[in-house]
């Protein structure tokens, strides 16, 4: 077996842009509690791939989200560095442009719709649902829809 044949492993780093203050304020502002907003990125052959006005890598840690909350295993990948960064590369050009920086979604196309999307290739799995159902769970709150009309969709990093 050569080197290109060993699984590599998959992680998702789970961070909280709210720094501990949703916990605190989400049970009067929305009505539910939350444990954070989270914003994921995927780890995977020494590179952290993320979104931040389209899609980023950098060394695992050094992103401006500071220090993961979270770090999920996510098994390994048998996907080679050469077809991953292809594929990333297929997304930045797809015709609809659903990664770009322009189509950034906070509610329906954000930094996690990105890592589900990038785990689903790299391993047939999934972002569980508390980070990547946290948006409808917030819209579904008694002030979900108010806090939409006021913030919007558009970027908060």
Do not use: W
Not at 24 to 41: E, F, K, W
Not at 42 to 68: F, L
Not at 128 to 150: K, Y
């Amino acid at each position: 077996m050569t080197q290109e044949d060993d699984p590599v492993p998959v992680k998702v780093y789970v961070y909280d842009l709210s720094h501990g203050l949703a916990a605190v304020y989400a049970p009067v502002i929305l009505g539910i509690p939350l444990d954070g907003i989270y914003h994921t990125s995927t780890v995977v052959h020494g590179k952290e791939y993320y979104i931040d006005q389209g899609i980023k890598e950098a060394i695992p840690g050094t992103t401006k989200y500071g220090t993961p909350r979270e770090v999920i295993d996510m098994g390994e990948t048998y996907v080679t560095k050469d077809i991953l960064e292809d594929f990333l590369q297929e997304l930045r050009v797809r015709e609809d442009k659903k990664y770009h920086a322009s189509k950034y979604d906070l509610f329906d196309n954000n930094c996690n719709h990105f890592t589900d999307t990038v785990l689903e290739f790299l391993t047939g799995s999934h972002l569980e649902d508390r980070i990547l159902g946290l948006p409808q769970r917030v819209l579904a709150s008694p002030n979900g829809m108010l806090l939409r009309q006021m913030i919007g969709g558009g970027a908060i990093a």
